[in-house]
């Protein structure tokens, strides 16, 4: 079964940094593009970060671009989020998806939650 | 970018009655492949969402099939023939070609 598992929220200070992971199992990682999506406490889903399967091309949502960096470890089945200069907005659950618009994609891990406050 | 407009916001259901949801887009979405990558997810309170719908029509493996999506250009609908109790929570759309991707903004499902 495929399984993609988050790691790595807590609580951090605004202007801190906050490295997020997700271990995938059950697919063949490095054949699947990865994303990061966030939802904030009681609102909806929000893309934020794109990585092609060899890593090659990355996309950010205009919110995170500059502070956060996407990357991928397909030797170790590892999704990253570099999470710096973090901000109050930034608060949410994070989310790793093997993409989602294929057949075999679609996939969604439980999700890790940051928290940015004084 | 690409703007997708859910309704309704809020869908009160009686059991064992069909529903329908509404993804209306600012604009087409076709990927260079000649694909609509419109898919639709359903997150239960609590839990991470799952994806349903793929490609506007393709069911995911698992999910009943008294789900269905249809629709083309930039007008689409999710539909569930009978709703059951675990249908319940909310809803999205969401598409896969333009960046930033974007989702709607949710229809909660909520039995009466």
């Known amino acids: ?118 | 970018d690409v703007v997708l407009t859910q309704s309704p916001l809020s869908l009160p259901v009686t059991l064992g009655q069909p529903a329908s949801i509404s993804c209306r887009s600012s604009q087409s979405f076709v990927s260079s492949d000649g694909i609509t990558h419109l898919n639709w997810f359903h997150q239960r309170p609590g839990q991470s969402p799952r994806r349903l719908i793929y490609q506007i029509s393709n069911r995911d493996s698992g999910v009943p099939d008294r789900f269905s999506g249809s629709g083309s250009g930039t007008d689409f609908t999710l539909k569930i023939s009978r709703v059951e109790a675990e249908d319940v929570g909310v809803y999205y759309c969401m598409q896969g070609v333009h960046w930033p991707l974007t989702f709607g903004g949710g229809t909660k499902v909520e039995i009466k």
């Open chain 1, 1 to 118: 079964d495929v399984q993609l598992v988050e790691s790595g929220g807590d609580l951090v200070q605004p202007g801190g940094s906050l490295r997020l992971s997700c271990f995938a199992s059950g697919f063949t990682f490095s054949g699947y593009s990865m994303n990061w999506v966030r939802q904030a406490p009681g609102k909806g889903l929000e893309w934020i970060s794109y990585i092609s399967p060899s890593g090659d091309t990355i996309y950010y949502a205009d919110p995170v671009r500059g502070r956060f960096t996407i990357s991928r470890d397909n030797a170790e089945n590892s999704l990253y989020l570099q999470m710096n200069s973090l901000r109050d907005e930034d608060t949410a659950v994070y989310y790793c998806s093997n993409g989602f618009s294929t057949r075999g994609a679609g996939h969604w891990g439980p999700g890790t939650l940051v928290i940015v406050s004084s």
